[in-house]
């Protein structure tokens, strides 16, 4: 789930799932939708290069982080708009962003119904009461978000209001993503949270058989190794040898939605893989993968991830947004706005069953083929991702380095 928080001039957010923008929407659907997914791909991978300097396992949900700030750029104006654009890789032109992420999010919403799995996706405002913020943004956000306006009480009743936007978390996720709003990331000078929450639990097309478990060493470090529990089976998967690391697809039921691991040969080849790694590269190596007889071995894991976004994305780009300087007169008609944090947390639990993942950002604003059937073993750190089949969009993206 994501979070945008504006305070002090007075502003929050909490969204979930992103998604990049063209200037205006093809015509067709798919099309909509391979644009938006073009551009938060991008956005993922360059968020990813940021913060896989961080040692350990990582794991977010860039479409929550998109999202949450499409929101927050929709009452964003000249250069802090800019920045953000840049930065998110939308367009900087036009309005077709936000009706295009809106069909997005609502295809997201209703193609998992029937077919196995959960996958939700909502966004919600949380203004101060008596603030006036102009009703084209807030219809905006209602329309292509689904974004209703909650009324809550900053300044009087800060601590209330931050319960109440984490009670909102909480429920969205399953109970998964608690406190998304630590103590002192709002305050009396918040003016506005804008908040998105995406949950996603399926089963894999093909689940493991539990009793095929085995306790086997995960190489952590060249003179380092823990046990952890595998998960095994063999069959036909999407597969790709790419010299210097395997690729692996894991599809979901239903097949909209999959996972993509991506594991150098070499225990400690996981830090140069992720350096030559980028949007135009995933998208070629995945249009290269083929069915193949894989012979596959993926350890059980679960993890959460925390992190305060600002200082990331302003070293990406977004600098006026978090200062004094900041333009978000789209919001309220004047300029008394700047993004004070954007929080971002996420989960993930990948058993024999499937997976079950969620994630959430907070954005506050205050005032001021092969003859021998391949072996994919992954025991040492890998990458790995949960993709949109239909757009492409990348939901989840993570690295394993100690299960």
């Given amino acids: 789930m994501n979070t945008v928080c504006l305070s002090g001039l007075g502003f929050a957010a909490l969204v979930f799932l992103a998604y990049g923008w063209m200037e205006s929407a093809p015509a067709s659907p798919g099309g909509v939708k391979t644009e938006i997914a073009k551009a938060n791909n991008a956005f993922a991978l360059d968020l990813y290069a940021r913060l896989s300097t961080r040692p350990g396992n990582l794991f977010f949900s860039p479409a929550s982080i998109s999202t949450a700030l499409a929101m927050t750029y929709a009452g964003a104006r000249g250069q802090t708009a800019q920045e953000m ?4 890789h939308f367009k900087t032109e036009g309005q077709g962003m936000h009706p295009a992420f ?27 009461q008596g603030y006036s913020f102009l009703p084209e943004f807030v219809e905006l956000t209602k329309t292509d978000y689904g974004a209703g306006v909650h009324d809550v009480d900053f300044v009087g009743a ?111 080849g996981l830090a140069e893989f992720e350096k030559l790694l980028s949007a135009a590269k995933l998208v070629d190596l995945l249009h290269k993968m083929r069915e193949t007889e894989v012979i596959m071995s993926l350890p059980k894991f679960k993890l959460t991830s925390e992190f305060g976004l600002k200082e990331t994305l302003s070293t990406m780009g977004m600098q006026l947004a978090f200062s004094s300087s900041a333009d978000f007169s789209g919001m309220d008609g004047k300029r008394d706005l700047f993004l004070s944090a954007v929080i971002h947390k996420a989960f993930v639990d990948v058993n ?15 005032a001021l083929a092969m003859r021998v059937k391949p072996i994919f073993r992954a025991d040492h750190p890998f990458l790995f991702l949960i993709q949109d089949q239909q757009s492409g969009s990348i939901l989840f993206l993570g690295r394993l380095a100690n299960p």
């Fill in 85 to 88: 654009a840049t930065t998110l």
């Fill in 102 to 128: 809106g069909a997005l999010l609502r295809d997201l919403n209703k193609q998992g119904k029937g077919k196995g799995y959960r996958l939700s996706v909502a966004n919600a405002l949380w203004a101060q």
């Fill in 158 to 268: 800060t601590e209330a209001a931050r319960q109440t936007i984490n009670t909102w978390v909480e429920k969205q996720t399953e109970d998964k993503i608690k406190d998304l709003l630590p103590r002192g990331v709002i305050g009396s000078d918040t003016r506005l949270v804008l908040t998105n929450a995406i949950y996603f639990k399926g089963n894999w097309q093909t689940q493991f058989k539990k009793e095929q478990t085995r306790e086997l060493p995960f190489q952590v470090a060249a003179d380092q190794k823990v046990n952890a529990p595998f998960m095994n089976q063999s069959g036909k998967f999407k597969y790709l040898d790419g010299d210097t690391f395997q690729a692996l697809e894991l599809p979901y039921a239903g097949k909209d939605l999959a996972m993509i691991a991506l594991l150098p040969k070499q225990p400690d």
């Fill in 352 to 366: 024999e069953e499937g997976t079950e993942a969620a994630a959430a950002t907070g954005v506050a604003v205050k």
